[in-house]
Nanobody
Framework: QVQLVESGGGLVQAGGSLRLSCAASGRFFRINTMGWYRQAPGKQRELVATVISGGSTTYADSVKGRFTLSRDNGKKTVYLQMNNLKPEDTAVYYC????????????????WGQGTQVTVSS
């Protein structure tokens, strides 16, 4: 199973920056995708950014040009650099991983972190 540990949330003024980190641990064969989702009060959870094992990254339109997702394969960690933050970025940010449990597994599983609060004041 994959365990995800997040860090880096907090309170920042509009226009400021934050960096989120998510480290994966546990026993698994391969992580297929890893990235971040967010959920604001009263809204559905939405994709922020994700990277696949080959390195291709996808971003939500609302964060393109402001957020950058990077990864350190050796540390099994992804980082979300968030610049020019806006009040509408306020949400709980969740790390997510889709992974293959073992070489012989026929299905993939997914894992979620506990969430980290990001609050952007105007």
């Amino acid at each position: 199973q994959v365990q995800l540990v997040e860090s880096g949330g907090g309170l920042v003024q509009a226009g400021g920056s934050l960096r989120l980190s998510c480290a994966a641990s546990g026993r698994f064969f391969r992580i297929n995708t890893m990235g971040w989702y967010r959920q604001a009060p009263g809204k559905q959870r939405e994709l922020v950014a994700t990277v696949i094992s080959g390195g291709s990254t996808t971003y939500a339109d609302s964060v393109k040009g402001r957020f950058t997702l990077s990864r350190d394969n050796g540390k099994k960690t992804v980082y979300l650099q968030m610049n020019n933050l806006k009040p509408e970025d306020t949400a709980v940010y969740y790390c997510h991983a889709d992974y293959r449990p073992s070489l012989l597994s026929s299905t993939d599983l997914d894992s979620w972190g506990q969430g980290t609060q990001v609050t952007v004041s105007s």
